[in-house]
């Protein structure tokens, strides 16, 4: 009878591939599977146990027995167990010969947990077993591998990635790591010796279901609400631009920052607390939230999710709100090269904010109230006359005390002031000259 598939080379510590010829065991055994376990040499058969010896004919010895066989060809034909050879008086070293053996009554069970996935293999994996020369046991314990997908976070979603386990094949428990979603598990066993032999993979499957899920964790983001187009607010200092991720970098505020928990399907329950400083300030419960910081400082958002059965580890993010700031230019150059076109202040973290600018003879030619905007040198939409102008400036920062109030200017040069010192942090009354130039557009 002819024997089936490749000759393979198995090492409890290493695998390698060969045929059996390339092996210096001293007998050939083209077309079985051969395992090297640690140092004894296994030849695994899917059909007649049929080996052959590389040096003519010799001698076979049972291991068990200690007999020499009665066959005394150099091809022999024998039963399972353990042989070896000998030649005008040499002995070579020994071998174990046994039938391909499915296991039987093979199946699997899950338990999931928070911190591991305990899967158990119920049945018979029948190893193979034999008898050493010195009368020690050896065992050869089947591979196996666990196939399963465990989800990842990908910067902006959970995602399912594919996750394998080698292990030896044993009637117990397996342990995984901790299974976040719905998850069918395969345990494929002796995968190298089937596919040697010429026979299909074999496994046992099971399913973590949705509804069965125990662990569960989450990954925190935020996204900076965007205030105006890119470019519109260019003369704010540390201006989040449109859909900007918030890391702890330090902003202007009032800045309005959405936060998502992402979490994994088994997530029921959240918690967000945010603290100024150490000063615990807001707690929420629902899956994301929304926040306006309006006063500087360094907050601490917190996240953690749960179930009934596990809690997820606690996330945080920094985010750091800038002291407010306002400086302004001496000059400006509305010549429409695109450069200093507008008299506009620099600001940061202000919540209030009014300028007016005189002539020289007192009149009111222009004023806003967006800290954002700027006059661009017109008067009733005609350009103004190069030279000097007066503005006063008005504004409060988000870091000013609570109840400050500006006091609207309704005449030229007015004298009042804020209901405030102007040396207080977050109060700003400035005055001064700006100087409109308008040179040659390059």
Known sequence: MKLIGLVIILSIFNFQFSTCLALPINVECTGAKLVVNGNDTLFIFNGDINVHSKIGKVDWYSIETGEKETDIEDQYKMDEGGYYIVKDGVEYS????????????????IVPDCEATTLTLSGDPKPYVYKRKDGTSGTYSRACTLSYNALAWNTEEWVDSAAQTNATLHAGNYILPPLYGQTPIRLCYDADIRST??????CVETELKEEDVRAVKHELTSLATARGEEGEKSNERNRPTSQTLVQGSEYSGALEVAFYSNPTPGAKFFRWSIYKSTELIVTRNDQDIRYVFTE?????????V????????STEMTVAIAESYLAVPN??????????????????SLKEFHCWVYNRWGHLV??????AKGW????????????????????LGTDAPQNARYIGLKAAYTKKKLNADESVI?????????NLLRGKKK
């Open 94 to 109: 020994p071998f174990y010969v046994f039938q391909y053996t499915e296991p039987s009554d093979l199946a699997l069970t």
């Open 197 to 202: 032999l010429g026979m299909d993979s074999a």
């Open 296 to 304: 500087p400082g360094s907050y601490r958002v917190v996240c953690s």
């Open 306 to 313: 749960n179930n009934p059965y596990c809690t997820s580890d």
């Open 331 to 348: 000059v400006f150059t509305p010549n429409g090269d695109g450069k200093n076109d507008e008299f506009r202040v620099a600001y940061r």
């Open 366 to 371: 222009y004023e806003w109230t967006d800290p």
């Open 376 to 395: 661009d040198g017109t008067i009733n939409g005609r350009p103004a006359a190069e030279g000097a102008y007066y503005y006063v400036i008005r504004a």
């Open 426 to 434: 977050g109060i700003y009354q400035l005055s001064g000259d700006i």
